[in-house]
């Protein structure tokens, strides 16, 4: 008969670089015991199965970094949106003076007023804009051009401003992106100058921010999926959108600061607003084992040779196993005679 290590091994979550990973803890007493009388054992069924470990990160619920929106208008700010706003392209991002600031998509700042005869990138950028706000009946290219200014006038019509055909630089602001307002920086009644920030939009998507280990970005790849769990418990879908390293905190003064990685998971679904900001975790799947034997964790015994075993219900026998994963309570096993639906003893021998 093999002789047994009592208590048996069990499994723990060890934290480590802010992630959590399942491992093994040998057993704790030092003195060798025989296996228990077989007639008088807790019992479990070896199952077949998967099984997966993961990896488990501490993140925020959040839109992503904000960026600032900072009109050339000048005034009166008269009306403004609300933190918690979505705003896309064709809304206001405020009224001065009661003439509302557009939001347009494009990357070159609206430097100058526009109107017929001009020509240039932002040109075509602000044509580009109108023809996807529904406004046709002109060529996009670089050239502002009578058809243009017909069709400047027809937006300036449904806006109810003056319908002049140009576009005055304080009438629209380009960004790359719509977005939710993150913060305000003005008040309605507050008077405000050109560039002067309004607000903070950030991106219209939920994303989970996290910091992780430099050597364990190989985990999180662009595009790996994951399981995100919300502050409630709700179980979400995402898929790593963003990383990059950055330099981390010193932990005491006058130590060097080791870079980190800042990962950005985007969500697959919409989330409610009361969620934003709320811790969340983050779990990726590192491995996956098919179609294997699984058994307790608690049902493992330490040999004193080394090594690991089961004790098999109704008999003194006890049969060593090779172990694969462990996973949320259970363990892959492997090893001769054992097959699925073998009962074998359980911690409380």
Known sequence: MRRLLWPAVAAAAVLSAGATT????????????EAAPADD???AVVERGDITAVETWK????????ATVGPAASGTVTRLPEVGDELGFGDAVAHVDERPVVLLEGVIPMYRGLGPGDEGRDVEQL???????????????????????EAV??????????????????????????????????????TVGAGDAVLDLSGSEVLAAME????DLDLVETGTEVRVLLA???????TVARREVVEGDAEAEGEEAEPVARVEVALAEPVPQEQIGAPVS??????????????PVAALLALSEGGFGLQLAGQDTVVAVETGLFSEGRVEVSGEGLAEGTEVGTAGR
Request: no cysteine; aromatic share 6%.
């Open 282 to 295: 983050v779990e990726v799947v590192v491995e996956r084992r098919e179609d294997v034997l699984l058994v």
């Open 59 to 66: 993140g925020t619920l959040g839109h992503g970094a904000p």
């Open 127 to 149: 044509e580009r804009g109108l023809d996807a706000l529904g406004y046709e009946g002109f060529t996009v290219d670089r050239e502002f051009t009578w058809y243009t200014a």
């Open 41 to 43: 054992m807790p019992t």
């Open 22 to 33: 399942l491992v093994v803890l040998g057993a704790r007493g030092g003195a060798a015991e």
């Open 232 to 238: 409630d418990g709700t179980p979400a879908a995402g």
């Open 212 to 215: 992780v280990e430099v050597g």
């Open 153 to 190: 006038r027809r937006w300036q019509r449904d806006l109810g401003v003056e319908k002049t055909g140009e576009v005055g630089a304080d009438a629209v602001v380009f960004a790359a992106e719509g977005g939710v307002v993150d913060r305000l920086h003005v008040a309605v009644g507050e």
